[in-house]
């Protein structure tokens, strides 16, 4: 079926488009009442793996925000689950892994499952969804990056600086290593999955990849992205969000990828300059900043469009969006970007 409003990706072609593009990450959450809704009457994975549920969710920021892509709502963590790992989402405490990683031993407990069994309800989500869109906007899949979910399957809870997962790569490379290895294959399977259901665009979510020194980001992330990346560019057009890797950029740009995500710590030239011409660069508004007024937001984001300057540009926050931000707020932020371009 062919894509009406297919502006991300044209955009991530490198075509130049009639405006710039727009989506917020995290787009499917907290921020909206309908959400919150459902959030009352099922369990965040029950939504997860029920289809017709993560549809309702996914579409939600589509009818109520107006933004130009769809993201399957589903969460990075359903892979260290598959793979074996109890993973629990405690209200107000966020992810919990009560049995976490910890050396080599612990590894048996872990697999490559086949991911048409443990995942089959992330793949009937995506072709319902795109039944239910019918076309109307491109639907982004995705995955967390093998050093976001191994901080999570080592640590076992979120954590600001993940010092846990980070000893356990400088004391136990090896184990670390297989780890990351079996994690990127499950996410090779798991994504191409995903395109096979319908996915149209693929992103990966290196939330804690800036965690990391540039020589630690490219032995234990960053030769997995790469992995990943090769698998599936020649198929679907492919995102990497690192957060905080600024200084990684012209390697990133290297993998192929169509598109590079940036946060606001960074200023849009010097990431162009670093990526270099041939890479959609995605980004970079602080999501704070969406508490600010109305006004203020439509400032801020003409601002943004110049200094992107119009061309291989997707608007988009420089993280997920937050959960107190009025729903209005977010609408302004799409519409300031479809004025503005
Ligand atoms: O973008 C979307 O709207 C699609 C859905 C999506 C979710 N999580 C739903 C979710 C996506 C793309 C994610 C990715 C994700 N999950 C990341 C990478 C992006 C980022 O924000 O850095 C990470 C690190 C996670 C792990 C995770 N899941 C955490 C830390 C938490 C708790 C804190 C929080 O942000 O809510 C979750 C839970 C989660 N995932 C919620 C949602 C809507 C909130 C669940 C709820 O309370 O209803």
Known sequence: MSIKNDLILRTLRGEQTERTPV???RQAGRYLP?????????GFFERCQTPA???????QPVDIVGVDAAILFSDILVVPQAMGLEVQLIESKGPILP??????????????????????YVFDAIQLIKQELNGRVPLIGF????????CYMVQGKGSKTFDEAKAFCYTQPDTAHKLLQMITDTTIAYLKGQVKAGADIIQIFDSWGGLLSPADFETYSLQY???????????????IFA??????????????????GIDWCI?????????????????????AKLSAPIPVIKQEVKTMLEAFGGHRHIANLGHGILPNIPVDHARAFVDSVKEYS
Not at 143 to 150: F, Q, V
Not at 226 to 236: G, H, N
Not at 243 to 260: N, P, R, V
Not at 276 to 286: A, H, I, Y
């Open 225 to 239: 992205i790469r992995q990943i990346v090769a698998a599936l560019k020649d198929e679907v057009p492919t995102i």
């Open 99 to 120: 049995e976490p990683i910890k050396n080599i031993n612990d590894l048996q407990r872990v697999m490559v499952p086949d991911v048409n069994d443990r995942l089959h």
């Open 53 to 59: 549920l993560a549809t309702e969710i996914t579409l």
């Open 267 to 287: 200023k849009p030239k010097l990431a162009r300059q670093f990526a270099g011409p041939d890479v959609t660069l995605q980004g970079n508004f602080d999501p």
């Open 143 to 150: 995955a967390g990056a093998p050093w976001t979910l191994l």
């Open 34 to 42: 309908q959400y919150m809704v459902l959030r009352e009457k099922y």
């Open 23 to 25: 989506w917020m990450m």
């Open 243 to 260: 957060k905080g890797a600024w200084f990684a950029l012209e390697e990133m740009a290297a993998t192929g990828a169509h598109g590079l």
